[in-house]
């Protein structure tokens, strides 16, 4: 019938109030928005509070048989013809071999957090959905292969070391004697539950944080009831981010105008660095600083100070943008950081030398006949029009160059070798994602911080570097610390 968008919600109560409900809402994307959209259906619903304790119940999606007794009791009459309400909750109807990856990450977060009952049930259900059994990837008499593992969950080169968690939640399974639900087609059942109706006054929610839009099951709900997008961009993209600082600065005045209060605007920006895009902790930390202001009408950077810790983990990104910008106590902050939060030395090394890598590669570009557009005073829009698809080129040119070297010294000359083998995978190239422009644009930028010598003399700082981590027992930090002195200090880098 219709799909909108949370912050329309309350517009489509209006209406509907005067008009009838869907039969069924599918309420998708942040965890925190999906739970407070889908308390405001049932408060317009049911709006007395008796009647929602007995009449709304919450059924988690997470073992064999669940949906099939939601179903069940979806089409059974209620009393006195009363309003009934069933909210499949985390559903995962929609998990898909594409979207296996953010289900696995969630598993992964609660595996880290040492929530291994929650968990395993949530990993277990995934592998339900993919078909995969426990055999496939554990086994208490024999070891997967590592390469078996990643096929099977299609985790790429560089997210690796996902791999060795998995075997150890497999095994915790094994030794508990669980075992993967049968696969049952749950999303073809709900999907055919709704189109052929439940009885009036029964209303069905499914909740959950992905979803695929071109399943059956999205468009028949779509078609026979609403959808309630409450998703929020994750990523690291400077567009993604806006968004995110977009959001929480309306989510926090909604939050403090209750409270007859206001933040400053450094304040707010504090905050979010402090606690990323995290709702529960943002919301919490807004609470604490209600409380610690008291009867005063605005927090300010000092109520921040006072009262919050960083919660925010640096990510590897922060490190290597200190690093290109040449900012010694930046770089040794979040590399500080890092280590703290269980980062491991050499995963830092590895992030500084593939920083100072990239940097070495665009100044090839620059010093080829491909750079001569760029100057560092070019705007962003001018340099996405113009030098993004000169990048594309040269790194198009990079990889065909070192496949074809690649191949030469393995001696497959004959043109069908060289047809069968599949494209190099290099981190030489500038642009690994086109379509993404800015953080390509600021690593330009920064470049003009080192000279070509410097970069090269860099590479052999982090090479003695890495065999005295490697050899000598060093502490890692000291270590790393003399790195960062060497390469971002005024040390002649050419000695």
Excluded at 181 to 196: Q, T, V, Y
Excluded at 292 to 307: G, L
Aim: proline share 3%.
């Amino acid at each position: 019938m219709s799909e909108i968008n949370y912050q329309s919600i309350k517009k489509y109560i209006s209406e509907c109030l005067s008009t009838s409900f869907d039969p069924v809402y599918l309420i998708f994307g942040e965890e925190f928005l999906y739970h407070q959209v889908t308390q405001d259906l049932l408060n317009a619903i049911i709006p007395n509070p008796v009647k929602q304790k007995h009449n709304y119940e919450v059924v988690n999606h997470r073992e064999e048989g669940q949906l099939i007794d939601v179903i069940e009791r979806m089409n059974t009459y209620s009393f006195f013809s009363e309003k009934k309400i069933m909210e499949l909750r985390d559903a995962t109807v929609f998990v898909a071999s594409h979207n296996q990856g953010i289900i696995l990450q969630k598993v992964k977060q609660l595996y880290e957090n040492n929530d291994f009952e929650k968990a395993s049930k949530r990993f277990l259900n995934l592998l339900s959905r993919l078909q995969i059994d426990l055999a496939d990837i554990s086994c208490e008499t024999a070891v997967i292969s590592d390469e078996t593992i990643a096929d099977k969950f299609n985790i790429r080169e560089d997210q690796a070391n996902d791999i060795d968690w998995i075997k150890k939640l497999s095994l915790y399974c094994l030794e508990r004697n669980l075992s993967v639900p049968e696969s049952g087609d749950d999303a073809e059942r709900l999907k055919n539950a709704i189109e052929h109706g439940f009885p009036k006054n029964n209303f069905l929610f499914v909740t959950t944080d992905t979803i695929d839009k071109r399943k059956a099951l999205y468009k028949t709900i779509k078609k026979f009831g609403t959808v309630i997008d409450c998703s929020i961009p994750k990523g690291n993209r400077k567009a993604d981010i806006d968004a995110q600082r977009r959001f929480l600065q309306q989510h926090s005045r909604q939050v403090l105008k209750k409270q007859n209060k206001q933040i400053d605007l450094q304040a707010f920006e504090l905050i979010f660095k402090m606690t990323g895009f995290d709702l529960r902790a943002f919301t919490s930390n807004l609470e604490k600083l209600v409380d610690h202001a008291k009867d005063r009408d605005h927090i300010t950077t000092d109520d921040v100070q006072a009262v919050l810790i960083r919660t925010r983990q640096d990510p590897v990104y922060e490190l290597t943008g200190a690093l290109s910008e040449r900012d010694t106590l930046k770089t040794l902050h979040y590399m500080s950081s890092l280590l703290s939060s269980g980062f491991h030395y050499l995963q830092i090394m590895a992030a500084m030398t593939n920083q100072i890598r990239k940097l070495l590669v665009i100044k090839g570009f620059l010093e080829s006949g491909y750079g001569s557009n760029w100057h560092p005073g070019i705007g962003y829009d001018q340099f996405k029009k113009m030098i993004i698809p000169l990048i594309s080129k040269y790194d198009a040119e990079l990889i065909e160059k070192a496949d074809y070297h690649q191949n030469a010294v393995k001696g497959k000359f004959e043109a069908q070798e060289l047809k069968k083998k599949k494209k190099l995978s290099t981190d030489l190239i500038i642009a690994k994602n086109p379509n993404n422009p800015y953080p390509v644009f600021q690593q330009f930028v920064r470049s003009k911080n080192y000279t070509k010598d410097e970069l090269c003399a860099a590479f052999e700082i982090l090479n003695h570097a890495d065999v005295k981590l490697k050899t000598s027992g060093q502490s890692p930090s000291a270590v790393l610390e003399e790195v960062v002195f060497k390469i971002c200090g005024a040390v002649d880098l050419r000695h």
